[in-house]
Every structure is written in structure tokens, then in C-alpha cells.
């Protein structure tokens, strides 16, 4: 499935869920929700970069997922009954979300049937998707992970940049600054990707 949320969702719809979302803004590092706040609504990203992670007991960051432009963060606590953030959305350049409160998005799914099938639908695959995701995470090697990062970002037919440092990919992948250079370094010499500057490719197998 798609990480976005929002391309999926019909134009007539779009315009309805912008008349009843807050648009907020965000400068670089600034928390849209902090882990174990109390729930009060779910954001999609409107424009920038932000990333969700958990702080183990000694404060390290263990980045779950950096998300963009039409990803959803914390939607499926509209049904879940959490009553609070399971983890906490920071921005990490300028950018803004649409947040949607709880009790008005359920009042609007109720208003319109079609398109509460539609969310409860992709609200099951994302759950599916971030399962398999963790279960990638477990049995999955570096270099696997590190190639399946790069595929989902759209290496594997065009070159792509980094969309974060190797510092936070690092904490997104379970690894170290230096086992990520060096992975990215033996992926090259295994003739796996191909490298112009700051820009990557899958090469076909």
C-alpha cells in the first residue's frame, strides 16, 4: 500500500476534511504531540518532514517512521480507544499538518458513509503495513533494511537523495552512523546501487 494517506482520498472529500481540519504550523525540531500526551486527534503532513519516535529509558530517539507530504500520523487511535499518543511527532524542517479533532472527524465520518468504509478500510492496512514493518526491522539485515529503505523512497527507478541525515537514518534502521556509510559502501562495491554525490539508485537484478 501507499504511506499516503491523503492522495487516496476522492477531490470532493479532500475539500470537505480541509473546511473542518486546523491547519498548524511548524518551525525545525518544534513537537506536534509528545508520547503519552492525551489523544485528542490525528495530523496528516501538509508540507515538510516530521518523525515519530519513541525515547528509550535513557533518552535515546528510537525513530519509528519520518513521514511527508500526505502521511498520516496517529489516525488509527480514532477507532482504537487509546487514550493517549503511543509516541511523539517532531518536525525536522519547517512545515505544517492538518489536524483533525477526534470527536468532529468521527461526527464527519457518520455524515458521510462512503467515505467512513474508505477510512476504516485504509486504517486496516496501515496497521498491516506497520506490522510488516516491524517484523522487517527484526529479520531483516542492514543491508536488506537499508535497501528496502531506498525502495520505498523511489530508488528503484530514479535517483533519489536522502530525505534525512545518516544520523537519523541510523536511528530509523536500527544501526549506527558508521554501519550505515559502510553498508552504503559495500552495496556499491556489490554493484547493488549506483551513486552520483548525495544520489542513490537500485540497480536491477
Known sequence: M?????IQIPDNIKVELEKIA???KFQKGEIVFCENDPFKGFVVIKQGKFKIYNLNPNGKEAILRVMSEGEMAAGPLIFSGAPNYPATLESIENGSVYFFETNQFKQFLKSHPDFQNQFTTQMMQFMHY?????????????????????????????????????????LLLNATPESISRTFKALEEENLIEVKGESYKLKSS
Open 2 to 6: 501507499s504511506a499516503n494517506f491523503w
Open 22 to 24: 486546523q491547519t498548524k
Open 130 to 170: 506497520l506490522k510488516n514493518k516491524t517484523s522487517s526491522l527484526m529479520l531483516l539485515n542492514l543491508k536488506e533494511r537499508l535497501m528496502e529503505y531506498l525502495k520505498e523512497n523511489g530508488a528503484e527507478h530514479n535517483f533519489i537523495q536522502l530525505n534525512i541525515n545518516k544520523n537519523q537514518l541510523a
